[in-house]
């Protein structure tokens, strides 16, 4: 079982079986068994909102006995407390497996926390060498005319003089 603080110290744990798959998809709508194909990780990882969705799903019995509302659980989510719970979410769903897919898993998920530290690394970088502050500085690039609406481009013909 993975578990994860959140920013008003309250403890949280997830257990992910078949029963939890199936809240999850019938509400917030969202299929955890997609994990292994990859856009999982990115619709949950750039959409904040529907992690927490997914987690209190998952937390909700919890929730409910601490008197805890959606709202007060999402929160009670932000900064460094909604990656511990992204990262234990991801770990309840490789605990889920059969160990083979487990382990297979557990490497993708290696994999994208180091893309998602290199990614940081090479933003720090760029920062440090000034190319994002060089860029704000010289303020919006000039727009481009604004096309022509679409429609009829032809052009009427005098009326003939007959």
Known sequence: ??????????????????????????????????????PLLTKIGSDPVLLVDVLYTLCAEQAEAAKVTPRQFGQGLTGDAIEAAATALLEGLADFFPS??????????????????????????????????????????EASPPAEPPGDTSRSSPESSA
């Open 100 to 141: 083979r897919r487990r382990a297979i898993l557990r490497q993708v998920l290696q994999r994208a926390e180091a893309m998602d530290a290199d990614n940081l690394t090479a933003m720090e970088k760029r920062l440090a060498g000034g190319d994002l502050s060089e860029k704000a500085a010289a303020g919006p690039p």
């Open 1 to 38: 079982m993975a578990k994860f603080l959140d920013n008003r110290d309250r403890q949280w744990t997830i257990t992910i079986d078949v029963d939890a798959i199936r809240r999850v998809r019938a509400d917030p709508g969202v299929d955890l068994m997609g994990v292994l194909d990859g």
